[in-house]
Nanobody, 121 residues
Framework: QVQLVESGGGLVQPGGSLRLSCVAS????????IGWFRQVAGGQREGVLC????????SLTESMKDRFTISRDNAKNTVYLQLNNLKPEDTAVYHC??????????????WGQGTQVAVSS
């Protein structure tokens, strides 16, 4: 079955960086788009970035590209989310997700348990 396992979160000071990883299994990873969304407790999901099979990147909010980057390593079935210049408002649980489509549509059917990112001084 589809499994997505995130890691790399933690506590970081404002201005710091983190690299999140998402290891996928149970499907042909290289043929599908993978995205990240974030969610604070009791809040709505917010799309972060999504990477298509051709490595093009989609975002719902252009500002997400200002400080964050996404990449994929098909040989390792892994997607990375690089978070730079982190701000307190970036605090959330970050999930990777897919709907098993080649292009990002932000309608995810599968997602992992998430990794907590906390930005505080």
């Amino acid at each position: 079955q589809v499994q997505l396992v995130e890691s790399g979160g933690g506590l970081v000071q404002p201005g710091g960086s983190l690299r999140l990883s998402c290891v996928a299994s149970g499907f042909a990873f290289e043929y599908y788009a993978i995205g990240w969304f974030r969610q604070v407790a009791g809040g709505q999901r917010e799309g972060v970035l999504c990477i298509n099979t051709d490595n093009s990147v989609a975002s719902l909010t252009e500002s997400m590209k200002d400080r964050f980057t996404i990449s994929r390593d098909n040989a390792k079935n892994t997607v990375y989310l690089q978070l730079n210049n982190l701000k307190p408002e970036d605090t959330a649980v970050y999930h990777c997700a897919t709907d098993l489509k080649r292009l990002c549509r932000w309608e995810f059917a599968y997602w992992g348990q998430g990794t907590q990112v906390a930005v505080s001084s």
